[in-house]
């Protein structure tokens, strides 16, 4: 028997058209299984999975999505060009006052804040992102254009793993010959000679990078302009992404290399340099700003206030001056400042902001950076190392000073202890000299080892002395034998 829909659609069949009855039931009987089968096949699967009592699936975990990137036009976050002269040290972590952000990523599915630094050794670039990601970065060494030279350079960082550093990949773009047919290489950048460290507190991951000058013909003086960008790429390893064809344009941001940011107004250009960028704790520092007056008419100052800013207000001392003669039209004022940096300044960097309020109510800033360092490093070899005995034989001990104190350095080197029965030429302590700032000077011991020494370890105890302060060295000699010791 039909069901009733059939039935229907039976009787609705207009008169002219002749089927045989038995055809028409077989064509009903079609439709009728064709309708009921896939309901049955859903019956039976769920009957199949209540009797086998399978676990519910896992939901599917999508990989973030991130949207690609038009490198044909430039971002378009605020930026801030000018790059301050700031040595940062490279832990994973960004301390409050280390770094200063050149633009923040507020679109797109991660979102974070980048950096840029630099010194005399080093380009630096970090990266703040609120979940972990992998970083691209894009520098023209020569800010000259992308497609231009042999000096983009393009560093893909790794997100940061459970334990180590992040990975790195890096390749450069080489248009030297004809921007029409550039090439990318990725065998022409040492990546162990530059240094990633990278953490993960909270959920948010830092990573931070040093580029070491001469890098892609990297020049780090002040004045030089650099192209950069920053795009932030799903977690991952580096070699994850896919870089564009190299004729494909990179639009990027120009980042200019300063030793002091300034903010003009009024027409009047600001610019403060410091008498050293690499300091010690008790030395003293000297500033000069320049105020330089664009105008015909002078310019009257209210006052001009010294002080340090962030973490650096206890660095430096906070001089507020009300007595400031005016500036003279199309001429420039020189303004003098001095501090002693404290005796318990730990090594890092500082900041020192001077502030010039004008008459009109108008202000005129500039910020220079300054690092403070251990005033000297110290460390001890032996040669030859490992040293092998045959009969008498003669050993030298090497003290090397590296001082960073201005000017000269005057201090003393002195063996604490020794093995017993090696005799020494001269006295254990001895002075140390070092006539200028950034040199070094090796102090040199002299040692005859009796023929009876045995093989094995000798340590030493050395000190370097200077102003109070002393730096405790310790070394091992390693010594060996071919032949056992002579009998008596």
């Known amino acids: 028997m039909l069901p009733l829909n059939l039935c229907r659609f039976r009787c609705c069949l207009p008169a002219a058209l002749s089927i045989r009855p038995r055809a028409f039931h077989l064509m009903c009987l079609a439709v009728t299984l064709g309708c009921l089968l896939p309901g049955m096949r859903l019956l039976a699967q769920d009957s199949g999975a209540k009797e086998e009592a399978a676990p519910p699936a896992a939901p599917l975990q999508l990989a973030p999505v991130q949207p690609p990137i038009n490198f044909r036009e430039r971002p378009t976050y605020p930026t801030d060009s000018q790059r ?52 691209l970065f894009d520098v023209d060494m020569g800010g000259d254009g992308w497609l231009r030279g042999a000096d983009n350079l393009e560093l893909v960082v790794g997100s940061v793993p459970e334990s180590g550093n992040p990975a790195l990949v890096a390749r450069l773009l080489n248009a030297a010959n004809s921007k029409d047919a550039p090439a990318w290489n990725e065998t022409a950048t040492d990546t162990r000679t530059i240094q990633v460290a990278g953490k993960v507190a909270n959920g948010t991951q830092f990573i931070e990078i040093a580029i070491p000058k001469n890098t892609a013909s990297l020049v780090l003086r002040p004045g030089a302009t650099l192209g950069l960008r920053a795009e932030f790429l799903p977690p991952g390893l580096p070699s994850a992404y896919l870089p564009t064809q190299p004729f494909e344009p990179h ?203 045995q093989a094995g370890d000798y340590p030493f105890d050395v000190t370097v002395t200077w102003r109070g302060r002393v730096w405790n060295l310790k070394h091992t000699v390693h010594v060996t034998r071919t032949e056992a010791p002579p009998t008596k």
């Open 251 to 453: 639009l990027l941001l120009d980042a200019t290399l300063v030793e002091a940011r300034a903010l003009a107004a009024s027409g009047v250009l600001p610019r403060l340099t410091l008498s050293d960028y690499k300091c010690i704790a008790t030395q003293k520092l000297f500033a000069t700003l320049e105020l330089r007056n664009q105008r015909d008419l002078p310019v009257a100052i209210r006052s001009v206030t010294w002080t340090g800013q962030g973490n650096s207000i206890n660095a430096v001392n906070t001089i507020r001056s009300v007595n400031v003669p005016p500036i003279p039209g199309l001429k420039t004022l020189k303004l003098k400042y001095d501090t002693v940096l404290p005796p318990d300044l730990v090594p890092g960097s500082y900041t020192l902001l001077v502030t010039a309020d004008l008459a009109d109510g108008k202000q005129v800033q500039s910020a220079a950076t300054f690092t403070v360092v251990e005033p000297l490093q110290a460390q001890v070899s032996s040669d030859p190392q490992p040293v092998e005995i045959v009969g008498q034989t003669k050993l030298q001990l090497n003290v090397d000073v590296y001082s960073a104190v201005p000017d000269h350095f005057r201090g003393d080197v002195e063996i604490i202890s020794m093995p017993a029965g090696w005799e020494l030429e001269g006295s254990k302590k001895r002075s140390v000299g070092i006539d200028r700032e950034d040199a070094r000077k090796v102090t040199r011991y002299n040692f005859k080892l009796p023929s009876t020494t």
């Open 84 to 135: 301050l002269r700031r040595t940062v040290q490279l832990d994973g972590v960004l301390s409050d006052g280390e770094w200063d952000p050149f633009y923040t990523i507020t679109g797109g599915a991660i979102k974070g804040t980048v950096y840029c630094n630099w010194d005399d050794n080093f380009l630096y670039l970090a990266a703040r992102t609120e979940q972990p990601a992998a970083i």
